[in-house]
């Protein structure tokens, strides 16, 4: 077996919320500065259930791997523009990605 | 044909029989909901479509004959969210942004409905003037942004205006539907080439889009409880009185039997479909239960089974 | 038409070398599969557009015409998954909880399978009675419910009968099929204005469909191992005996050649849509691998490619 | 820099099963607790293979955030009712949610 | 009809128009880009009626018409790769794994390319073979396959050559093709029942597809400054080579004046679906950015709209 | 509340990379010797952002919950393999697996 690869914490910051932000959100962790993102298509529900129009497609889920410092900046982003009027929930995590100096 | 036959003509037409199946699948909790693409998919389809024959029929109609309905709509569609607005403030004593975002839901029109309208009168053997669904694009638009502005004037805004209209104005539904106007305007006669896809099987594709239409409405039904008297109240007598107004202008506009009525159904039905999209972006503090249980599960259905028949009657009566 | 020149007919059908096209695609490993939402929506349609077919000739047929049929649908609905048990639990040794899933599927009809038959007849140029596929929907709920309740009644039963009962009865393709027939008879003329949709072009939309099973029967095709000698001569010889009965009891319902061929095929097809659903939540101690490689990737392309002509033969043999 | 959000830290349980349980794991959740769900549509392989029909959609991936004992309790519910007869896995792991107190 | 006019016809059509839609829908931002899966089913259905018209054509015609046509298409598609690739490498020094990428594109075939210019073709009233989309399959492969060959001939290839050739024929828009082409010629007269699924809307399913695609093609415009501008050039010019060869070789063939105007755009035209899938798994190293800004965003635009009347009057200069 | 059920600790890889590569992913990780995995359809962007074809489907996303050993020898491969030339993102996390044995 060979050495297992070096691999890089990262933080991994999740955001699920109503698929109309989708181009908003992509541009508020682009400005926080993430340097990637992955989107999956998603539904769910929540306390508040209300969803600006069923045709457009429910919700939406980015994951982005960041440093520590721009995970703390998407969240206040996020926190100041759209955890009021929105369904929005927003989590962190730590993964180890291998190559994880490409994305800090 | 007498009021009942065609009251029981509408009534019994596959499209409404396919919201009903829709209506009823929901509360049996089958779930014969579409997937997300084919709605999505349908739903631009027939937004295509409808530009596209308002379009065909736009090359062909002299420039004179259109200008009284434009203007026509565009009155409407700039004055219409005022009245609702004051209405829904006045009477119903909601909030500033509530109070302007359904207001650009009834001031804007549902595509949906309108064809409905259409193929209602086809079957009734009334002609209508083909470029209608090109005014469709034009009611379309000005009520949203009217509406949003009515509630920005008054609340501390962030919106960034230019944004808006862009979003409203290059909307996905209204690019299909002034895209399918140019394309069909353009093409001229090269455009019988796609109409054994966008025009021949267009009501059955309606008739499938409907019953998932029943489906989302349905849903909604549950949201009636927060949605309180006042506004099933305003949801089922507004659009009697946008639609005897509508009957009013589009006559006063010169528009035939069939385009009256047609233009009374546009002006009476509440947007679903844009106006939802830019509103909760540039009102988010507006409850969206409040707007898309209001259009959706009680104006839609109410204008599909009872409105339309009674818009026509009116016309009628205009006419006679 | 003589006997081989209908088995050239049907093999040579687009329909079914679709279906070819579908399984050599899956062998070579090519990734013609459409996707999940399309496939879903295309069987959605292809439901939706048999009822409606059906009910459009419901509402045009006396009722009296109607009774015997029905009758005998039922009848054989009701009994048929006990014979199919019974064989499976005397010859084949099975445990309970697979053999009432195996006889659900086998008692249960094929909607794909039943199209087919009629558009094998169609070209055939035989008429058919045009409310079968009516008669669907009453085939494919009983002889499931029947089925369950064989399992439950010697296994230890958590089963919630009536949720067993709602879903099979409010199932998807129930639901659609009924929705059709019903929109369609109640529609009347006004169903033409849907049939450039619904009607024209569903042979081609079966021939899509058809690619797309024959992909999923071949890789169910890896399961025949586990299926095992005594399946695989059941899924190939009951739709025989099945079929043969079918026929009888259709000729004695006083159906029409062409409409004893549709009942012998309906009651020799085995289902694939609505009964593994409800069979995997009401019988979760039953192996899939059996009854979906038994139904899937042996019956139904038994059935379409040799079955419908033989079933043919009889309903000729029967009416000489 | 503004100051770094406050979380909380929260179990998030994923359950990934057969698409015909979608709606009677949606109710287990609920039932164990849960105020909210999010829910992917998938597909995958594993040991069995055993798929009910696979025009049913593949499988679904649901995934809550909870506390350590609502968490325990729909673990608990799906090995009672469903480890044994259908293709189910269920994990849990800890991530840190902003605004974590509205899902408690 | 004289030149500017077919022009005009090209550019007015609704397929070429909705093109336009698509590029201004992507420029204006606005979402109107189909669900992916939708657009793979669009894809599947367009590919499987392409074939299926090819193969109902194939079916009729004597096997000595298609000798020379066939011929004529398997030299074309064995040697293009060669000089595209010798003009990348020796005038643009490009790399060697990029070169053979463009050159595996611009030697294959544009599917939507083709089918555009049979519709001007019906639309100008010029008749061509019927089985000239069989023969896009076998333009499709061949030149992928020898590209390929071309840059692992020279490179440290760790290409498992039978996996390559298998994905290439088997791909997926190969097989369905092909397939459509089997179930068209097996099928005979049966075909006809199809027809009003894979033929009659078959144009305005295009146009759909189109839209999708000019969306797809103006996300693409802007890595044109990563292409460098002796690419611009060689995708503009390029097709103008090729067409102008094709012209001659399909003329050579004895193709009609509609054949080989068809031919000369099959031979201009540079592929987006088939070549880019197997080049990106067998040649990793070459940059997607370049051969699919140059084949997607350039060369099928520029065929669509001046390409195709341009190939027609160099076959028209050579049937005169 | 019964007894909290017993979990096992596992190695999660997700790899995020694109649809064409799927087939082969999966050969990989199978090969690597994982006894099975969730696949999910996603799109996203990075700092390559070149995709072999936009209708193949964008990215696709595999989990997997494997021992670390099978972890290392996953993301080894994918190193060797795909790194260079691919736009492939790995990463590893810790998962508490219900009826973990399982997988491993
Ligand atoms: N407890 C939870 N766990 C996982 N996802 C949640 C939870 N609560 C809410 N969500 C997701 O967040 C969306 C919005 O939630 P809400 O704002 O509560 O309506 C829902 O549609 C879910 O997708
Ligand atoms: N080791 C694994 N890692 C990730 N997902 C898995 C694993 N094993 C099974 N699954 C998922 O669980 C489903 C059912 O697995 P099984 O019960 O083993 O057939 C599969 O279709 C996968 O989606
Ligand atoms: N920082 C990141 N966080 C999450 N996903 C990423 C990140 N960077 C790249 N990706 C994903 O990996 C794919 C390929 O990235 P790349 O190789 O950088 O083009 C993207 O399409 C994303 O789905
Ligand atoms: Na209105
Ligand atoms: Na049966
Ligand atoms: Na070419």
Chains 1, 4, 6 share one sequence.
Not at chain 1, 82 to 95: I, N, Q, T, W
Not at chain 2, 83 to 95: N, P
Not at chain 2, 249 to 258: E, I
Request: glycine residues 10%; hydrophobic residues 55%; aromatic residues 8%.
């Amino acid at each position: 077996m060979p050495d297992p690869l070096p691999t890089v914490a990262l933080k991994r910051v999740t955001i699920v919320g109503e698929a109309v932000l989708e181009t908003r959100l992509v541009a508020l962790i682009r400005a926080a500065g993430a340097k990637g993102f992955t989107r999956l298509a998603c539904s769910g529900e929540g306390s508040r259930g209300v969803r600006a129009s069923d045709w457009e497609g429910a919700n939406v889920k980015l994951e982005t791997l960041v440093s520590p410092a721009v995970a703390d900046a998407i969240l206040s982003a996020l926190a100041r523009d759209y955890f009021e009027h929105f369904a929005v929930v927003a989590y962190v995590d730590e993964v180890h990605v291998v190559r994880g100096d490409k994305y800090i | 044909m007498d009021a009942l036959e065609l009251v029981r003509l509408n009534l019994l037409s596959p499209m409404v029989l396919g919201f009903a199946l829709g209506i009823v699948a929901a509360l049996v909790k089958s779930d014969v909901k579409l997937p997300e693409a084919l709605h999505s998919g349908l739903s631009a389809y027939l937004l295509l479509a409808i530009g596209l024959k308002g379009g065909i029929e736009l090359g062909k109609a002299p420039l004179g004959e259109l200008s009284g309905p434009l203007i026509a709509t565009l009155a409407v569609g700039l004055t219409s969210p005022l009245w609702c607005f004051a209405t829904l403030r006045g009477l119903g004593k909601l909030g500033v942004a509530d109070a302007a975002a359904i207001a650009a839901h009834y001031g804007s029109v549902s595509v949906v409905t309108f064809t409905a309208c259409g193929t209602f009168l086809d079957a009734a053997g009334v002609a209508y003037e083909g470029f209608m669904s090109a005014l469709v694009a034009f009611l379309e638009v000005p009520a949203i942004i009217v509406a949003i502005f009515l509630a920005r004037r008054t609340t501390a805004g962030t919106a960034h205006w230019g944004e808006t209209l862009r979003e409203v104005v290059f909307g996905k539904s209204n690019l299909l539907l002034l895209g399918g106007v140019a394309i069909g305007a353009l093409s001229g006669p090269a455009a019988e080439q796609v109409k054994p896809f966008f025009v021949d099987p267009f009501r059955g594709a309606l008739t499938l889009f409907l019953i998932d239409m029943g489906v989302l409405a349905a849903r909604r039904l549950g949201d009636l409880r927060a949605t309180g008297g006042f506004l099933v109240a305003f949801a089922l007598l507004m659009p009697l009185v946008n639609g005897a107004i509508g009957a009013l202008v589009g006559d006063l506009a010169g528009l035939s039997l069939g385009g009256t009525t047609v233009f009374a159904t546009m002006v009476a039905s509440a947007s679903y479909i844009a106006a939802p999209v830019a509103v909760r972006i540039a009102l988010p503090e507006a409850n969206p239960a409040l707007y898309l249980t209001s259009s959706l599960a009680l104006t839609f259905p109410f204008n599909l089974t009872v409105g339309i028949p009674v818009y026509h009657a009116i016309a009628r009566w205009l006419h006679a």
